[in-house]
């Protein structure tokens, strides 16, 4: 099984930057990519950008696509979110997930492990 662990959310305002980080143990070498979903309260999760395990390929949300940017270190077994120019509307909760079955895919269902979130705040 594999475990994932977000961190490095907190509050800041528009404008600032913040980097958060999803560590994987457990048998992370079944799995074939990472993504990093965001939701808003009374909104659905939706897709925020993925990387794949083996070649590094990246895909992006048109919304965050310039300002954020996902990275993995596989000799760490953590992927990364750098987060520039926030927004207000980048308000919501983090999380990191990761598949076996897809490579980098935008919809929910297609993850099948979950870590348990980090709360990203930005104020105006």
């Known amino acids: 099984q594999v475990q994932l662990v977000e961190s490095g959310g907190g509050l800041v305002q528009a404008g600032g930057s913040l980097r958060l980080s999803c560590a994987a143990s457990g048998r992370t070498f079944s799995r074939s990519a990472m993504g990093w979903f965001r939701q808003a309260p009374g909104k659905e999760r939706e897709f925020v950008a993925g990387?794949?395990?083996?070649?590094?390929?990246?895909y992006y949300a048109d919304s965050v696509k310039a300002r954020f940017t996902i990275s993995r270190d596989n000799a760490k077994n953590t992927v990364y979110l750098r987060m520039n120019s926030l927004k207000p509307e980048d308000t919501a909760a983090y999380y990191c997930?990761?598949?076996?079955?897809?490579?980098?895919?935008?919809?929910?269902?297609?993850?099948?492990?979950w870590g348990q979130g980090t709360q990203v705040t930005v104020s105006s």
């Open positions: 997930a990761t598949t076996a079955r897809w490579g980098i895919a935008t919809e929910v269902y297609k993850y099948d492990i």
């Open positions: 990387v794949r395990w083996n070649d590094g390929a990246t």
